[in-house]
């Protein structure tokens, strides 16, 4: 644990290093207790700055001896910083220091888990294991040693090649690995474990043979298939859109069940969280399978955006991390197929950006893409760095079209290959590929993306002109978080029109080549613009922001016939989707601001259900269309939050769809039934997500008319099913209904269950994401909290209950006698003596609470000063409550 005041890190401090290390030889002879690790580092001074002492970075580590080519010399230890006088020349360092991976319960560093040895180094988990310039900008090649006890630890990787490997005397073998690739420390890897592999021999278009392996704990390895498509179709995708092949011979993923994150890029070794990795039918559900494709596809495409090219400092985070999940939600759009599969990924990708980036935009931690100060850097691991990151990489190639992004790709590849740069190298990048476009004309404006925080706030409002058959459109921008002197920023805005009968209008715009074109991007990029169709021959409803053209708020202004309209006609999808969300929305919000009980009208009713019943409409999309607004989202548009208010109309909504629409519902769920084996098609999903909502409103519905035959199927289904996401479908249906059959559901799947760890983890998760009723889902956490399964050591399972409960269920956290906060307060304090990272993520359910209405508001407030007044805080939790209490 670190105490005390961190400082704080600023972006414009940057200075080059005054040594570079060129190669590093690593041994580790490893045991869990105290790990033994020599360093061999080919040290140069560079040159372009000022001769002064060499400090590295060390953490948590016992320093042996330190000698510059061969001399034994002194050294000066402060906090976590080694002072060692150098000389102005370049030479050999070496460094013999100990680590203990057992009582790294940070997970940060090399750590043990399940018998095994592993390693984080992202962001500064390197100086845990060993000295050194643990900085992005400082780019080695490594060559690494491993020794340890052949019997408990049979596999030995590291990235790269596997050079030579053999036995050793006492029981003992090594591997030597060789990573030809200069790299940062960051992306360092190690693993010694007993694992067995999934293989797979790929020849690449260019000819190529490559080994891939996908290494997990015996017993798991007939869960590894859809990984291991996942990756042969990730190098495919990359090969065919982007010209990047596999640059290694051999490619290699491990799976672990403790590790704080999802995945990580390490060079030719990726880590993964189990829970990104393991698949099967049985035990993954639906939305398991697509994620595990995405994360999966994310760390492959980071052996490029990442790791060929990388960050020159951590405030760079998103030039590898919004690209690269851009790059994954291209791969997963094209693999989900149709137009229709791609809206609705596009729909999830959103509707994901405005439950957790928005609030985070709009609060404590709001920073801006390339954030200008941190003080722990694991703590902008964020919403804002990776998705609103990816949304701006996908403006670039809403500005410069699919072509014109390809090209602009290219140069940044011939320009920085193996190169440590900045978010401003990439866009010049893409501005020079494309001298004629409107982004090069307008770079600066553009890169405000990038430096200004706040999620910006547009208005549109049209007038139609029947006499002189024109229609403008006048849309405005604000960007209040942006503080003083923030300047409009470029938003493209795809539009059509739509006309009274449903069909899509010609657009004729002054100025404008595409004449007659049924959809335009329009750039708005000062304060207040308007812009005049011609030719216009009847009031048309404008169709705005299609497929969220720019991570903004709009306020479109328009009716609810209007509304209804687009839901009906938009020849956009992800529009016709954005209509239902704006129609349920108004009516929650109208609920929670009159504090008036919530009736839904016949005509918001009708329209849901001729969504439900529309023939030409796929069932996932229906599934999206017919879900209500988060309730993080809706709190984002109001002044004052009153978590309760937006609670009971989200619930009221619900029972009122459950009950209005059940026949429609039996229909549904009767309907979408898949027959055949399990396959994770997007089609077979969309049905299976389209019966799980039906099933979901029937309990829901039989529990308020005290009908058994819903829950009593539901029950039956999560007995027999033959998927996970049929009976865990059924399972939340009856929790999420409080239905009397609910407690012998969870008893019946945790007993079947018990031995998979990642299902438990659901279990957890269910419990503690139902929608309270009568202070049942408080009291089921606090007894959960005692349950022999719960442990904070695991990250997986700690963030499934807390997590789970205290930033994803605002309705049942929030008390008017504060016990969310105080079981909050002390959750985050006992977690922090463990794992720091994982602490703070729990700590930020409290990014919003300067606007909650009292009492809730004060009763935050006091939780927060409580936990910022305890002496031993991480300076991860530290930052998050510090930022709060701001
Ligand atoms: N770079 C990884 C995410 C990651 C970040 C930090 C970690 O430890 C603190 C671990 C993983 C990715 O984007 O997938
Ligand atoms: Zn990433």
């Known amino acids: 644990m670190r105490e005390g005041t961190a400082p704080v890190i600023h972006r414009l401090d940057y200075q080059a290093p005054t040594y570079w290390i060129a190669t590093v030889d690593l041994t580790l002879d490893l045991d869990p207790a105290k790990t033994l690790i020599t360093s061999k580092m080919a040290v140069k001074r560079n040159a372009t700055q000022a001769h002064g002492a060499l400090v590295l970075h060390g953490e948590e580590l016992t320093p042996l001896r330190v000698m510059i080519d061969g001399e034994p010399v002194s050294f000066r230890q402060d906090g976590n910083l080694l002072h060692i006088d150098a000389p102005d020349r370049d030479f050999e360092l070496v460094i013999r220091n100990t680590c203990c991976p057992e009582k790294n319960t940070a997970l940060s560093g090399l750590y043990t888990s399940g018998g095994g040895f592993f390693t984080q180094c992202e962001a500064e988990g390197f100086r845990r294991i060993t000295y050194f310039l643990d900085r992005p900008d400082v780019m080695a090649v490594y060559t690494v040693l491993l020794r340890a006890d052949k019997a408990k630890y049979p596999i030995l990787l590291s990235n790269g090649n596997l050079v030579e490997q053999g036995d050793l005397d006492g029981g003992k073998h090594f591997a030597k690995w060789h990573d030809p690739f200069p790299k940062p420390s960051y992306l360092f890897a190690v693993v010694a474990a007993d694992l067995v592999a999934r293989e797979q ?27 291991m498509n996942s990756l042969i179709a990730s190098m495919i995708w990359d090969e065919a859109r982007f010209k990047l092949p596999l640059d290694l011979e051999r490619f290699m993923i491990v799976g672990v069940s403790d590790f704080n994150m999802g995945a990580m890029e390490n060079k030719g070794l990726n880590i993964f969280n189990t829970s990104a990795l393991l698949c099967s039918p049985a035990t993954q559900t639906d939305a398991d399978f697509q994620r595990v494709e995405a994360i999966v596809a994310h760390e492959y495409f980071h052996n490029w955006t990442g790791n060929r090219v990388t960050c020159r400092d951590w405030f760079q985070l998103s030039l590898k991390e919004g690209l690269t999940v851009f790059r994954d939600r291209e791969f997963s759009m094209d693999m989900a197929g149709s137009p229709s599969a791609r809206a609705v990924q596009r729909i999830q990708q959103v509707r994901n950006l405005r439950t957790m980036q928005f609030p985070e935009d709009a609060g404590t ?44 790709m290219a140069l940044y590849f011939e320009r920085h290959d193996g190169q440590a740069v900045t978010c401003d190298d990439f866009a010049q990048a893409m501005a020079d590929a494309n001298p004629d476009s409107a982004l090069a004309s307008r770079l600066d404006a553009f890169k405000r993306w990038y430096s200004q925080p706040g999620t910006p706030q547009v208005t549109a409002r049209g007038h139609y002109d029947a006499a002189a058959q024109t229609y403008t459109l006048t849309l405005t921008q604000r960007n209040p978080k942006a503080g003083e002197g923030a300047a409009p920023q470029l938003i493209p805005v795809r539009m059509g029109l739509v006309g009274a009968e449903g069909h899509a209008l010609p657009l004729n715009l002054a100025g404008q080549a595409s004449v007659g074109a049924l959809e335009t991007v329009l750039l708005l990029e000062q304060a207040e613009q ?85 023939p030409q409409l796929d069932p996932a999309f229906k599934a999206e269309a017919l879900r209500l607004p988060e309730a993080a989202y809706i709190a984002e548009q109001l002044p004052v939050v009153d978590p309760q208010a937006i609670h009971n109309a989200v619930e009221a909504a619900w029972d009122q769809l459950a009950l209005a629409l059940r026949d429609d519902w039996a229909w549904a769920f009767e309907a979408h039934q898949v027959e055949g084996g399990y396959r994770p098609t997007a089609e077979d999903a969309g049905r299976r997500a389209l019966a799980n909502l039906a099933l979901a409103l029937l309990v829901r519905g039989s529990a308020m008319l005290a009908d058994p035959v819903w829950p009593g199927k539901a029950y039956q289904q999560v007995k027999d099913a033959t998927n996970m996401t049929e009976r865990f479908g059924a399972l939340s249906a009856l929790v999420q209904a409080h239905a009397g059959l609910a407690d012998a559901a969870l008893t019946h799947f945790h007993e079947q269950f018990a031995h998979d760890a990642l299902v438990v983890d659901k279990w957890f998760m269910l419990q503690a994401r139902t929608a309270e009723r009568d202070g049942k889902v408080f009291e089921r956490v606090k007894k959960l909290l005692q349950h022999p399964d719960f442990t904070l050591k695991n990250p997986n399972r700690a963030r499934s209950l807390l997590v789970q409960f205290c930033n994803l269920n605002p309705g049942a956290f929030h008390r008017t006698d504060a016990g969310g906060y105080v079981l909050w307060a002390d959750q985050v304090a006992a977690l922090d003596a463990i794992n720091p990272q994982v602490a703070a993520r729990l700590a930020r359910a409290m990014d919003r609470w300067s606007t909650l209405a009292e009492p809730f508001r004060s009763a935050a407030q006091e939780a927060l000063k409580r936990l910022s007044e305890r002496p031993t805080l991480s300076n991860d939790v530290r930052e998050i409550v510090t930022k709060a209490l701001e």
């Open 365 to 408: 931690m709001a920073h801006s893409v390339r954030p200008d100060s941190y003080t722990e850097i694991n703590n902008f691991y964020t919403a804002t760095v990776y998705e609103k990151g990816a949304e701006v990489v996908g403006l670039y190639q809403t500005l410069l079209g699919r072509e014109g992004f390809a090209q602009g």
């Open 201 to 227: 021999r790929v020849v690449t278009r260019s000819g190529k043979e490559h080994l891939l392996q996908v290494y997990v704990r015996r017993g798991d390895l007939d869960k590894t298939e859809h990984a």
């Open 530 to 614: 308007s812009f005049t169709f011609t030719e216009v021959s009847s009031q048309p409803v404008p169709s705005l922001l299609r497929g969220f053209s720019a991570p903004v708020l709009l306020d479109d202004g328009l009716t609810d016939a209007e509304r209804l309209t687009l839901l009906r006609h938009d020849a956009d999808a992800f529009n016709r989707w954005e209509a239902s969300q704006r129609l349920a929305l108004r009516r929650l919000l109208d609920a929670v601001q009159s504090g008036q009980a919530l009736e839904l009208d016949i005509g918001f009713l009708d329209a849901m259900r001729a969504v439900l019943r529309d």
